[in-house]
């Protein structure tokens, strides 16, 4: 909330999405915590950056 000033993540999600760096494991975990809390909009046809593998 402080860096946005909201706990709404989705436009944020949409812009950064792509310069997240994470392990693909790490990856594939934060899908499903972010799509169980209703962001799967924000990331659909996008993914991480590229990561540690």
Known sequence: RAYTGS???V?????NIFRI?????TAECLF???SSL?????FYG???ASGIE
């Open 7 to 9: 706990w709404d993540m």
């Open 11 to 15: 436009e944020w999600l949409s812009k």
């Open 21 to 25: 760096k994470v392990h693909s494991v």
């Open 32 to 34: 499903g915590v972010l």
């Open 38 to 42: 209703g962001y799967s909009d924000s």
């Open 46 to 48: 996008r993914s991480f």
